[in-house]
């Protein structure tokens, strides 16, 4: 089956067709998914700070990821939950799109780089290096490319 | 408004860096709003209750601040590169009002509610503070709604 076929399938299922017929249930997915987004933003944001010696620094680097991470993980499930009712909803303007791909496989790469983060403040060293300090950066600058791929996907 | 549409900046705006300009301006409000959301649930002693409010709210909200500054920068940008319709579009309005209640809770907050932050710093704020927070956490997100729904009504 072709991506093409596979859109018109998905397009023509009875859930994608309520998603399109029920007045204003698109954006309140989309405003959900910004909301998410928003608030993931920032834990990362202030996960990053931390992990370069700024931010939160009266406390640990293991105490705030023991916090934070979660959160992050959660944000991410309501996320892709979200992302997947819009893909439903309107298969033609993602699985056709190149950004929406760029966009998964930096959601991938956040993913893993969320992962080394929690095991580097597992190992208990409140140590500010210039590695942490580089992935501290990396990860801001793939969330920040996760917006801009987001966003990009409406401009096909 | 016609005439500032019609400026060069603004045609540069519409014509070629309006992409741009609205993902920086996307990333801008994701910073602002969340660190918001992250203050405020605090303020609601909800969340980072290990903190003092003061000390959490000094260390983000100089991100706030930023975020804020970028969004209205980029969000005036926006506006030019098509103000008649933007002005005449009722989302786009409410955002703007929107965006006037927060600041005045904001300003509630930080003259009234926050002068006796000294007792409750460390413990559970009092209603007022729990409140200031709710409004704001509703507040955001109906800007973040409105602002979305900006794209479907224009």
Redesign the interface.
Known sequence: MTIVAFNHWLAATTFSQFIQRTHGAI?LI??LH??C???????A??LALRLSGR?????TLA?LAR?FVPAIWICLSLLLLTGSLLIVAEPYRTLNNLAFYVKMVLVIVASLLTVRIGALARNRAEVVSLPRTAVATLYMLIW?GI??A???I??R | MQWLQGTALAAAVAEVWFPRVECLHVIAMAMLAGTIFIVDTRLLGLTSREHSFRYLSERLLPWTWVAFTVSVLTGSLMFMSNATGYYGNSAFRLKMLLLVLAGLNMLYFQFVTFRGVAAWDHGHPPVRARLAGLASVGIWCTVIASGRWIGFSL
């Open positions: 954006a989309q405003i910004i909301i987004l928003a608030t993931l933003f920032a834990l944001l202030s931010g939160l620094a009266s406390e105490s916090r920040c917006i801009i987001g966003r990009l409406a401009y």
